[in-house]
């Protein structure tokens, strides 16, 4: 059973910055992808971005990219979600999510498993 625990999230201004951790209890065939996915109250779950353990192959959502930055530290085996240029409509609770090798990297359904989720709200 593997653990995701995120943490990082916060209250901060547009066009601030903050950085999401997500530790991973252990790497397996399980945690081949990691992401990133946001929910708004009221929306779907949304995927955001994710990365490979193995490569460190990333992925990103057209809305987020080139403000957003998906890191791995194996050593520590965290993933991490720099976020810069915030965004009122970025604000959503942040999950991390796990799951093994194939399958769609943006369906929420296609993980394994996901961590309790941080708060993250950017006012205007």
């Known amino acids: 059973q593997v653990q995701l625990v995120e943490s990082g999230g916060g209250l901060l201004q547009a066009g601030g910055s903050l950085r999401l951790s997500c530790a991973a209890s252990?790497?397996?065939?399980?945690?081949?992808?990691m992401g990133w996915f946001r929910q708004a109250p009221g929306k779907e779950r949304e995927f955001v971005a994710a990365i490979t353990w193995s490569g460190g192959d990333t992925y990103y959502a057209g809305s987020v990219k080139g403000r957003f930055t998906i890191s791995r530290d194996n050593a520590k085996n965290t993933v991490y979600l720099q976020m810069n240029s915030l965004k009122p409509e970025d604000t959503a609770i942040y999950y991390c999510?796990?799951?093994?090798?194939?399958?769609?990297?943006?369906?929420?359904?296609?993980?394994?498993?996901w961590g309790q989720g941080t708060q993250v709200t950017v006012s205007s």
């Open positions: 252990e790497r397996t065939f399980s945690t081949y992808f």
């Open positions: 999510a796990s799951k093994g090798l194939g399958g769609l990297i943006h369906v929420p359904a296609q993980y394994n498993y």
